[in-house]
């Protein structure tokens, strides 16, 4: 069992910074992707960014070249590190593990709230 605790959200003004963090308990194998997905009210909950052991991320488009993600593995974290946020960043943010081997599973975190707003 995987247990991810997400903090860092918060208020902040259009073009500002946030950095969220997740901290995962439990087993973390190297083949999982860990990732932050986002929820605004009425929307789907979509990909915001994911990234393998190994570094390899990817980013949904909307955030591409403002948002980057990092991993510690030593410690069984991720980063996301928000720059030049939009009012249309504001949602839950959520932290995500994705699973393939040894079997297949997808936990979630709580949430934090990010609103951007002057």
């Known amino acids: 069992q995987v247990q991810l605790v997400e903090s860092g959200g918060g208020l902040v003004q259009p073009g500002g910074s946030l950095r969220l963090s997740c901290a995962a308990s439990?087993?973390?194998?190297?083949?999982?992707?860990i990732g932050w997905y986002r929820q605004a009210p009425g929307k789907q909950r979509e990909l915001v960014a994911a990234i393998t052991s190994g570094g390899r991320s990817n980013y949904g488009n909307s955030v591409k070249g403002r948002f980057t993600i990092s991993r510690d593995n030593a410690k069984n974290s991720v980063y996301l590190q928000m720059n030049s946020l939009k009012p249309e960043d504001t949602a839950v943010y959520y932290c995500?593990?994705?699973?393939?081997?040894?079997?297949?599973?997808?936990?979630w975190g709580q949430g934090t709230q990010v609103t951007v707003s002057s």
């Open positions: 995500n593990v994705k699973r393939v081997v040894p079997y297949s599973s997808d936990y």
């Open positions: 439990g087993i973390i194998f190297s083949g999982d992707v």
